[in-house]
């Protein structure tokens, strides 16, 4: 079974709307963390956003914020004024106490912003 | 400074070459990663090092050879590759192994084609 699963291979947005993006994932242990990665066409692979298990809050990291509904296992990016430059493949990821370092990552949702 | 530098960017090699790929990072991480990226798949985890030593080998092809000789340089040595192993090459490092909230911050990658 699939981890994680991101069921949006691509996006569309307008420059300036919000975009919400979606992750949904599998797991077993209390303990885990969420997170987000965006990949330009360039290849780096550059960290967003992270929510942990056991936070009650949700994460925001200025234009991203994470929304995070436990009891549906879901772990939403929302990305609010979209910018020419948010073009990128998104990966939703997650650890697992019980697997190290190991980072279980999404399929992936390309986001394309349009002018 | 969070940055991770990777060398060489691009690498063309015939299958009877010996290559090596360079990684390094100065914010003080003490864990290492490797990973393959095939196009429009996620990163696969290929190795993982913890203060200098090899904590995880993700059932890795010996013709791929990882090194860790200090705690900021991580090199993945090549040898006799076959064509399915061209990809992009990321390395990523964080603070500690295992600690579900310490991100990874990746480098550019390295795209290698195999001949």
């Known amino acids: 079974a699939q981890k994680i699963t991101q069921t949006q291979p691509g996006m569309f947005v307008q420059e300036k709307e919000a975009v919400t993006l979606d992750c949904t994932y599998d797991t077993s242990d209390q303990s885990y963390g969420l997170f987000w990665y965006k990949q330009p066409s360039s290849g780096e692979m550059i960290f967003l956003i992270y929510q942990g298990s056991y936070d009650e809050q949700n994460a925001t990291e200025g234009r991203y914020s994470l929304n995070f509904q436990k009891a549906r296992k879901s772990a939403n990016l929302v990305i609010s004024a979209s910018q020419l430059g948010d073009s990128a493949m998104y990966f939703c990821?997650?650890?697992?106490?019980?697997?190290?370092?190991?980072?279980?990552f999404g399929e992936g949702t390309q986001l394309t912003v349009n002018p | 400074d969070t940055e991770v530098t990777q060398t060489p960017k691009h690498l063309v090699m015939g299958m009877t070459n010996k290559k090596s790929l360079k990684c390094e990072q100065h914010m003080g991480h003490r864990a290492m990663y490797w990973y393959k990226q095939k196009a429009k798949k996620p990163p696969e985890l290929m190795f993982v090092y913890s203060y200098e030593k090899l904590s995880i080998n993700e059932s890795v092809p010996s013709r791929f050879s990882p090194e860790c000789p200090n705690s900021s340089l991580l090199n993945l040595h090549l040898h006799a590759l076959q064509p399915e192993d061209s990809a992009l090459y990321l390395c990523a490092s964080s603070q500690r192994e295992g600690q579900l909230f310490y991100e990874q911050y990746f480098g550019p990658g390295t795209r290698l084609t195999v001949t």
């Open positions: 990821a997650m650890r697992e106490a019980t697997s190290g370092s190991r980072l279980t």
